[in-house]
């Protein structure tokens, strides 16, 4: 059964167990799972890679079909898939496995594709393509972006930002948190400073810096420093960025001390974190004790403080505290 995506909204996911998203459209998919199947689930969530199912078949069919009596409901999400799952799709689909929503990624499927002829064919099987984002839908996003965090930009500036991510709904999403760390200091926001937030290159990886610093790795943290040219005017937009950071791993610290699922708690995050983010996130809870969290947040409000009142040497600041742990 082939769902087109302007039918997602409204189509009732409870009718069927099996869903095959497939596309170059990942930021839609990533977005589709967390709205439409994990939102206010609470149940398990398993995620594998093909390679897993492929090496341990045997243990995941088991852990599908007999199901827990502690589990009341389960989530199954597997990345990456090829036609090389098509026998694994068919077992679980000819065993009728109950209270188990199986979500089958992939990338681009051509019409030869086994796996995508048999989800297009089977009505107890649902198929949902995920085209690239035209600039309208893009547009759209952005807009609501802005009103929702009551940020002004100008058309020349969301233009360039259009332009810049190409059509990828994750690169979006990526140049608009930075947007958003950026406008605690400033909310009406130029197009020079949107043409530095938005430059993709090398030059400026300051997500990156803050989720190295979260890791604790202090040699890819050394490495970002030395070979990027941060300008005293970059110190604010690092230190928002690590602090938010810094502010959404003590939520997960303070949930993981209630209840010792990570995959679960990372899986629940609001906004939703995408999957090559999550490997990055468990190291950050896994190297840092809740109380030495929260001393850090109330040091990198100190830090942002001491830098806004010295901005000729704010860089300093900032490489200083950075550096020394």
């Given amino acids: 059964m082939i769902v087109k995506q302007y039918q997602i909204e409204n189509f009732k996911l409870d009718k069927h167990n099996i869903y095959l998203l497939y596309g170059k459209n990942e930021g839609f998919q990533n977005e589709i799972i967390e709205k439409k199947f994990l939102k206010n689930f609470d149940g398990t969530i398993d995620k594998y890679e093909q390679e897993d199912v492929i090496n341990n078949y045997e243990e995941i069919v088991s852990s599908i079909l007999n199901k827990s009596l502690f589990e009341n409901k389960k989530i199954i999400i597997v990345n990456r898939v090829s036609d090389k799952l098509l026998n694994f799709i068919k077992y679980i689909s000819d065993s009728k496995a109950m209270d188990i929503k199986i979500i ?3 990338g681009i499927l051509d019409k030869k594709s ?6 297009e064919k089977a009505e107890d099987l649902v198929c949902i393509p995920f085209y690239e984002d035209d600039n309208k839908s ?5 807009n609501n972006f802005l009103i929702k965090n009551n940020i002004k930009l100008s058309r020349e500036s969301i233009n360039l930002i259009i332009e810049r991510v ?5 690169s979006l999403y990526n140049e608009l948190n930075k947007i958003l760390y950026y406008s605690f200091s400033k909310k009406n926001i130029d197009f020079d400073t949107i043409q530095k937030l938005s430059n993709l290159s090398e030059n400026y990886q ?4 803050a989720d190295y610093y979260l890791e604790k790795n202090k040699k890819n943290v050394a490495k970002i420093l030395n070979e990027n040219n941060y300008s005293d005017e970059d110190c604010i937009l690092i230190l928002r960025t690590l602090l938010i950071k810094s502010k959404r791993l003590l939520y997960i610290l303070e949930k993981y001390e209630e209840d010792k699922n990570l995959d679960q708690i990372i899986s629940t995050i609001k906004p939703p974190i995408f999957w090559k983010d999550k490997n990055s996130l468990k190291k950050q ?3 840092w004790f809740l109380e030495e969290l929260k001393k850090k947040i109330y040091k990198i409000n100190e830090v942002e403080f001491l830098a806004k009142n010295n901005s000729k040497s704010s860089l300093n600041i900032v490489s200083d505290f950075i550096v020394n742990y």
């Fill in 104 to 106: 089958i990624k992939a």
């Fill in 206 to 209: 300051v997500n990156k810096l």
């Fill in 285 to 287: 809870a896994n190297n």
């Fill in 138 to 142: 893009l547009l759209q996003i952005i």
């Fill in 166 to 170: 190409n059509g990828n709904r994750i």
């Fill in 114 to 119: 086994k796996l995508r002829n048999l989800f």
